[in-house]
């Protein structure tokens, strides 16, 4: 299994399975959200595009 850590927007330590996320989203104030789940939401101050990177996939 492959983590791929990010820090969210308070600072802290996200470690994210990339095989689980869903969908990744921007939203106002330059904040994306990465969803692995109902629950799981994780938000990060990263451009959508360098999350999507980050995570090891392509962007079509």
Same mark, same amino acid.
């Given at each position: 299994m492959e983590f791929v850590m990010f820090e969210d927007v308070d600072g802290l330590e996200v470690f994210v399975? *990339?095989?689980r996320v869903i969908w990744v989203r921007e939203y106002p104030n330059q904040v994306t959200v990465i969803s692995c789940g109902q629950d799981d939401r994780f938000a990060v101050r990263l451009a *959508?595009?360098?999350a999507v990177a980050a995570l090891g996939k392509t962007a079509r």
């Open positions: 399975n *990339p095989e *959508p595009a360098h």
